[in-house]
């Protein structure tokens, strides 16, 4: 990964004021459907509440593409990683779910000075909270609690 990184190897696209970095192997394959999918993934947000874009856009740098076998969260970077397993290629609202879920991670790791940080576990949690209040601005969000919890790690 970061051979392509320092070669420049990899493709790199802005989608509302979000990173989409594609570090796979096979970016060349589908990277203009990853690039479709986060787009609708963030009108998802842009239509819930003001306060939801705002996060993502403030706490989110990137959205990375890798090739690893689950998503991860780094808060240094404010980057969500992620292979986009097929639970986030099929429903563009799950994969909203989930930058809702990271940029509250983040913000919650960012805000206090490094002696101080947050613990993983209390940011998850907060994470967490953003999500079922992201659910909560649409009317099917009973069903779409289940799904979030059927589809977590």
Request: proline share 5%; aromatic share 14%; with cysteine.
């Amino acid at each position: 990964m970061l051979g392509r990184l320092f070669s420049g190897r990899y493709q790199a696209t802005e989608i509302d004021g979000l990173l989409l970095e594609d570090f796979r192997e096979d970016w060349r394959l589908d990277n203009d459907q990853i690039a479709a999918t986060l787009a609708e993934a963030v009108q998802w947000v842009r239509k819930a509440d003001p306060k939801f874009y705002q996060l993502i856009t403030r706490e989110l740098r990137a959205v990375v593409a890798v090739d690893s076998p689950s998503p991860w969260v780094s808060a240094l970077f404010r980057c969500y990683y992620t292979n986009f397993p097929v639970a986030e290629r099929r429903s563009t609202f799950y994969l909203a779910c989930r930058l809702v879920w990271a940029a509250a991670f983040v913000q919650m790791r960012r805000s206090r000075p490094w002696y101080r940080r947050t613990a993983p576990a209390s940011a998850r949690s907060a994470g967490k909270r953003a999500q079922l209040s992201f659910v909560g601005c649409f009317p099917d969000c009973i069903e779409w609690v289940d799904y979030i919890e059927r589809h977590e790690d």
